[in-house]
């Protein structure tokens, strides 16, 4: 079999969208078929260490920024796989709202753990300064079209995971038989995920050899923000990201 360069699939979501269990779908689904291999979160020097000629597929990468305009303001490697044609992505996006709600409800619980700092949340420069970067990046995404990023809503998938596991191995052109899709979909219930992760912990294991770590469930529904920001809270998280809100239907 001749060796080439692989396709990346590049996994993109803000905080809190379920990003994480998108990138472990994925992941098992190119492991389990032979189509590819993981490499966690995004680094410019995994790019280019896991861009040579192989005999895998797909390369599966968890990624915040949007790579084909470049890194943090210099040029990424990321640049050179789109222009090359190699890129996909599967964005993950989520009702703003929920995410602030999800954010800060995971900041609270932290401040409990002496192991991590005792800073307060800091919601106005969350929702002014934070969201407008990471969802325009995230729109980025989506604007490569659906030949390339498949979008995958959390309020949509959440209530069905069998048939999002399906979507994606649609995308990425791999064959899946149900059963298997059924297994791999069984994996990621909430109840499966705290299951998982309970045991990881008691026999002090990590959850995925190349994730430092993988945050946990606050809710696994929709909505919740209803319950836990104030009128003037919703006020200025929607002034800030009403363009954002209304294109994916939010507003």
Known sequence: ?????????FIAGTYRTA???CYEITRDIVI???????????????LRDFD?????????????EYLPAGFRGHASHGQVIYKEGRLKAIATIRD????????????????EDPRHQRQPFDYEHRVTVDFPKW??????WVKLG????????????????????ERIAKFLDIDLEPIHARRIANRYTTDAIMERKQKKRKAKQKEDPWLPSIPGILYGTSGN????LSREELDLLIEHNRGWMKRFGYL
């Open 96 to 111: 703003p709202r929920d995410i602030i709600t999800s954010m800060r409800e995971r900041h609270r619980r932290q401040l």
């Open 146 to 165: 659906p030949e390339l990023c498949l979008v995958s809503r959390y309020e949509v998938w959440t209530k069905d995971l069998l048939t999002e596991v």
């Open 32 to 46: 389990e078929t032979g189509s590819g291999i993981p490499t966690g979160y995004h680094q410019e020097r995994r």
């Open 19 to 21: 990003s994480t269990t």
């Open 135 to 140: 969802l325009g990046q995230l729109e980025d």
């Open 225 to 228: 923000y209803r319950e836990h």
């Open 52 to 64: 040579v000629p192989c005999h895998h597929h797909y390369v599966v990468s968890k990624v915040f």
């Open 1 to 9: 079999m001749k060796e080439s360069k692989p396709t990346w699939v």
